[in-house]
């Protein structure tokens, strides 16, 4: 997992001035566009903060039943292979064996590691509400291909076209401003109320798990949090 904490004052700024933010990020490194890991092995969940009730706003993105006992909230960037991992082969199960039986829900909360994701996060919110888990489950899914392509935008609007997405919206939604702002201040806020530096990180009825490896690590989390019920 990558640490991000070069970057907080730049975002800082962006918070208090309300200058774009896409110019603080950096340009894709040499590795990023071959596709190597943009992140930094997973920290150990010995860091998690006491745990305490996380608000869930109404116009979040959420896959299960809002009454299930159990929230996992996981802060993600769509070019972080660690995410990829999680989305492709651990989040299948989890969606089998607790989201889909009702026993937990989880909600996707972006946090973009650079301009690439911020694009993608971008484009899966244009994308609406109906589409929205699909755009993102493809980006993950073809997460090597499109961050190693040439013009990574245009790979990113390819997707977009796959997905219903015309040329037009797709530029209209890179230029929309409060889209990027709405992206940008849920990372603000995962920083400043979680102290979030890495992705995937999970915060889980309250406690926060950075980099959750497996499935079977879910299960030790999820399943003394289902007794206490």
């Known amino acids: 997992m990558r640490n991000i904490l070069t970057i907080l004052t730049a975002i800082a700024v962006v918070a208090v001035l309300g200058v774009a933010a896409m110019e603080y990020f950096p340009g894709p490194s040499s590795d990023q566009q071959a596709g190597q890991p943009a992140t930094s092995p997973p920290a150990p969940a010995a860091d998690a903060a006491k745990a305490a009730p ?3 706003g109404a116009d979040e993105f959420i896959m299960g039943d809002a009454k ?11 070019t972080c292979p660690h995410c990829a991992d999680f989305h492709v082969n ?7 064996s607790y989201i889909d039986t009702g026993k937990a829900r989880l909600v996707y909360r972006d946090f973009p590691l ?6 993608g996060s971008m484009m899966a919110r244009c994308a609406g509400r109906e589409r929205y888990f699909g755009f993102i489950d493809t980006m993950y899914r073809k997460q090597e291909s499109w961050k190693a392509a040439k013009d990574q935008v245009k790979a990113l609007a390819r997707i977009g076209l796959l997905g219903g997405m015309s040329q037009k919206d797709f530029d209209a939604c890179m230029k929309n401003k409060a889209v990027e702002d709405r992206v940008m201040a849920m990372r603000l806020d995962a920083q400043n109320e979680f102290a979030i530096d ?4 999970f915060i889980i009825n ?3 798990y950075p980099g959750v490896v497996n499935f079977a690590r ?12």
Do not use: H, M, N, W
């Not at 299930?68 to 769509?78: G, R």
């Not at 651990?90 to 089998?96: A, N, R, T, V, W």
């Open 68 to 78: 299930a006992p159990v929230t996992i909230i996981e802060y993600a960037s769509l």
């Open 198 to 201: 890495s992705t995937p990180s």
């Open 90 to 96: 651990i989040l299948p199960e989890l969606k089998k």
């Open 114 to 119: 650079d301009r690439l994701a911020l694009s």
């Open 54 to 56: 996380v608000e869930i």
């Open 206 to 208: 309250g406690k926060k």
């Open 218 to 229: 879910f299960e030790k989390i999820l399943e003394p949090l289902l007794k206490q019920q």
